[in-house]
Each structure stands twice: as structure tokens, then as C-alpha cells.
């Protein structure tokens, strides 16, 4: 995430305060990074009182009805709108381009951010299969730093959390040592173990 540019500015020519908000340089989302793309979002939408488009407390404003029945829309929706769709706009380009398909036909923000999260983050059995299987298989190559193995099952544990399915700090520490190389850090292995 590093030189993320943020570029946030009034729209010219309108009465109305909208936010114009792009991410280039920005985490990309695919489909093994959800946690670090959602975290980087919503800090970001947080920040800017976007997020409120996302999380269902800035919905649409309802239209008038008139006394015969009809219906009018509200005198905020157009700048209700336009905000949405600038956020959605913002939100596309922070999709890697096959993940951009799932959202084309999203009439909102919120709808984009739901069927994401309903994608990725959504405990299916057999997305939690896949998380458990990767991290039990976990285990460090001889090109990879200590830190860079130790921030993969970090990461595998956070996914998994978020799905419901925490994971308690001895089992941790037992997947952590099953995929270190025995030799190689034998008496690292060989300490923790006598504890």
C-alpha cells in the first residue's frame, strides 16, 4: 500500500458539498486479500464520513408523496446520487479486473459493498475448508524470511476469524513450528515445545 495517493476535492460548479474520491496505487481486491482490502477501505471512507454510503446508514432519500398518491423524488436525492455513484466509481477501481463483473449491475454503493462481503466473507463451508487446508500446509520455503512466513499464517488466521472460525494461541504456535524446517530451527522448536 505504499504511495497510496488519496485525491479528495470539492466538485466544481455545484451548490452541494460532494466528494470526489479516487485511490490510485491503491490494494487492488482479489480473491485471497478481502481483510486487507476491506481494512484499507473502510480506514480510508471512515476518514473521509464516506462510509456511511457503504454501511446502510446513508441510504437513499425517500421521494415525496403527494396527497393524490404520486410520488416525486426527494429534493436531496440528486446529490445523494451523485455522491453514490462517485463512491462506486471509487470502489471499481479498487477491484482487480475479473472481481469487477460481480458488482457491474449494483444500483448502489451499499448493494456493491454487500455482495462483495457476501463473496468473500462469507463463511461457506468450503471457503473455510480452503483457509483451514492453506494454513495447516503452511510451512516455511528456504527463499522466505521468518517475517514474510510468520505474516502468512497472520493472515490465514485473521481471514478465518472474520468467518466465525478463531483459532486459540496454542494451535497457532503448533502450526507456526509444524512448518518451520526441523533442522533448521531445532532449538527454537525444541524450546517452545518444553514449555
Do not use: C
Amino acid at each position: 500500500m505504499a504511495d497510496t495517493t488519496i485525491l479528495v476535492q470539492p466538485i466544481p460548479n455545484t451548490s452541494t458539498n460532494i466528494t470526489m474520491v479516487t485511490f490510485p496505487n491503491s490494494l487492488k481486491l482479489t480473491s485471497t486479500n478481502y481483510l486487507s482490502w476491506k481494512t484499507q477501505i473502510e480506514a480510508i471512507l471512515q476518514g473521509l464520513d464516506l462510509f456511511k454510503f457503504i454501511d446502510g446508514t446513508h441510504l437513499p432519500p425517500l421521494p415525496t408523496v403527494k396527497p393524490d398518491g404520486s410520488t416525486t423524488p426527494h429534493a436531496d436525492f440528486p446529490k445523494w446520487y451523485r455522491q453514490d455513484r462517485l463512491l462506486f466509481g471509487a470502489l471499481v477501481g479498487t477491484l482487480s479486473a475479473p472481481i469487477v463483473s460481480l458488482i457491474n449491475h449494483a444500483p448502489s454503493s451499499l448493494e456493491a459493498w454487500t455482495i462483495l462481503a457476501n463473496t468473500y466473507a462469507a463463511p461457506t463451508r468450503g471457503h473455510i475448508k480452503q483457509l483451514q487446508h492453506r494454513l495447516k500446509n503452511s510451512s516455511k520455503t528456504p527463499n522466505q524470511t521468518i517475517t514474510e512466513y510468520m505474516h502468512g499464517i497472520k493472515q490465514l488466521v485473521d481471514e478465518l476469524a472474520i468467518l466465525g472460525k478463531t483459532l486459540d494461541a496454542e494451535d497457532i504456535s503448533d502450526i507456526i513450528l509444524h512448518g518451520l524446517d526441523p533442522k533448521a530451527y531445532k532449538p527454537i522448536i525444541d524450546s517452545i515445545l518444553a514449555q
